[in-house]
């Protein structure tokens, strides 16, 4: 187990830094609470929202990769708040970051909202890293070896 999450962990701390970034610009550059319900797949995040966001995802991006490229310092400053570079930035996994914006490999959102009939709501959804086999698939492919 522990093999498997030494493969993983690196890809939850690229996606919860890549998300706080996508929420500030959210609500630097669009107006976006931070009230926005978040969630996590694999490789990545989720955003959900009550109604479907105006904003084109292709620009907002642009606007995380070019933050990303800037390749700032992350570190923890309070309990719910984050330094990137010399700002301050609300977030609640504070320790659960990559060093620097610099370490989020191969960001990219996914080109259109996915509607959520359950729930009623729009998601936007985040992936970071490339394919590779880690976690879960590592698990069924050991279990099997056992038998």
């Known amino acids: 187990v522990k093999s498997i999450v030494d493969k993983t962990i690196k ?18 550059d669009y107006n976006y609470k931070s009230s926005i319900l978040h969630s996590d ?24 990769n070019d933050f990303i490229s800037q390749d700032l310092a992350i570190t923890p400053a309070a309990e719910d708040t984050i330094h990137i570079g010399d700002t301050p930035y609300f977030c609640t996994g504070t320790r659960t970051h990559v060093k620097s914006t610099g370490l989020i490999e191969h960001f990219r959102l996914l080109k ?13 959804i985040g ?3 490339r394919k590779e086999i880690a976690g879960f698939e590592d698990m069924t ?6 038998d």
């Open 127 to 129: 992936m970071v890293g």
């Open 11 to 28: 890809f939850r701390l690229m996606a919860h830094s890549a998300e706080d970034i996508t929420s500030y610009i959210l609500k630097k």
């Open 41 to 64: 797949v694999k490789h990545g995040f989720v955003m959900n929202f009550s109604e479907l966001p105006s904003f084109a995802i292709e620009e907002l991006e642009a606007k995380v």
């Open 112 to 124: 259109d909202f996915k509607f959520n009939p359950i729930t009623q709501e729009y998601m936007l």
């Open 141 to 146: 492919d050991t279990m099997a070896f056992l």
